[in-house]
């Protein structure tokens, strides 16, 4: 019996099972993710409130798609003129949520913590969809997933993360995530860039060059430009030099690698051009898995029924 789940925060939240449920339950939906079936009445009459208080297109895109094609409606609440301008703090938005009815609360912010904080105040589920530099969860899981359709186990996979650890939630997702499902995971980022990882179970390098040809996964992560109050590295260019992913670097990656990243990709600074195109590269795979993975958290969060109805 796979524990139910009544809020989605980290996913070190989750165990073994849950994970695979998820995946396996994302896997059914992903025909109605691709459009290839008309969408489900599964989620009918329920409300979902994309709270969304940081900038943010894709990941807000993927779940108001997620959350249609099972048939909810979707409200959305963005930063950009609303009462959190002017001073609302989020449990009084929290609290009008309430009153106006909705069943479910996915959450985007600059603060982390603030979903937990949330999850704690509100009756309904609340879904983390990015806190600050802490955690992505549906990020992880949408990898995880667009993995498995390359790999029938990640069982040892050598997967190589490189970039802004310090700053990424996604970094931090994918690692717990990732770990869970058995791969080895090497860390290569600008020492100014590199938390405290001791505890995370990962290797750490600093030489992307020698690790590319027994990585098996290479994923880019995105330069935080928001998130980088300081300088961390000289300049762009010298970013892209010496962590940057471009043909010659891809030539060093085996030739059944896979190459992912998050988006939105700051093209010419961690991918170039030629990076993004290279047959290797997955990352219109991830957008799709996403919004299939996100109609499976919905799905789990709102509904007790065991699997979802597909027609086959
Ligand atoms: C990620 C995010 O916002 O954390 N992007 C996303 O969800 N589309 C990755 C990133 O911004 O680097």
């Known amino acids: 019996m796979t524990a139910p789940l009544t809020d989605l925060i980290a ?42 208080l940081e900038d943010s297109t894709r990941t807000r895109l993927s779940f108001d798609l997620a959350a249609k094609r099972l048939s909810a409606d979707v409200v959305d609440f963005t930063a950009q003129g609303t009462s959190v301008k002017k001073g609302e703090s989020l449990l009084d938005t929290a609290e009008t949520l309430m009153a106006l009815g909705v069943d479910l609360i996915v959450l985007r912010t600059s603060s982390a913590g603030a979903p937990v904080q949330l999850a704690r105040e509100v009756a309904v589920p609340v879904l983390n969809a990015g806190d600050g530099w802490h955690q ?28 802004d650890i310090l700053h990424s939630r996604v970094a931090r997702s994918e690692v717990e995530l990732l770990r869970l499902l058995g791969a080895d995971v090497t860390l290569v980022a600008p020492p100014t860039l590199l938390p405290d990882v001791s505890g995370w179970g990962v290797t750490v390098s600093a030489d992307l060059d020698a690790v590319l040809p027994t990585t098996e996964v290479l994923y880019v992560l995105r330069v935080q430009r928001e998130r980088l109050h300081r300088a961390f590295f000289p300049s762009t260019r010298e970013y892209a030099r010496v962590w940057g992913v471009d043909a010659a670097r891809l030539r060093r990656l085996p030739g059944d690698a896979l190459l992912m990243h998050p988006g939105p990709v700051n093209r010419g600074v961690e991918l170039t051009s030629d990076a993004m195109a290279d047959p290797r590269a997955v990352i219109t795979e991830q957008v799709t898995n996403g919004i299939a993975v996100r109609m499976a958290c919905l799905y789990r969060l709102l509904s007790a029924a065991p699997r979802p109805e597909v027609d086959a």
Do not use: M, W, Y
């Not at 992505?136 to 990898?143: I, V």
């Open 11 to 52: 996913i070190r939240d989750l165990d073994r099972a849950q994970v695979d449920d998820l995946l396996d339950t994302a896997r059914e939906l992903l025909p109605i993710a691709r459009r290839e079936r008309a969408s489900v009445p599964t989620l009918r009459g329920r409300i979902v409130c994309n709270l969304f």
């Open 136 to 163: 992505h969860p549906t990020q992880a899981l949408l990898d995880a997933l667009t993995l498995l359709q390359h790999r029938d186990d990640l069982t040892g996979a050598k997967v190589t993360i490189v970039g």
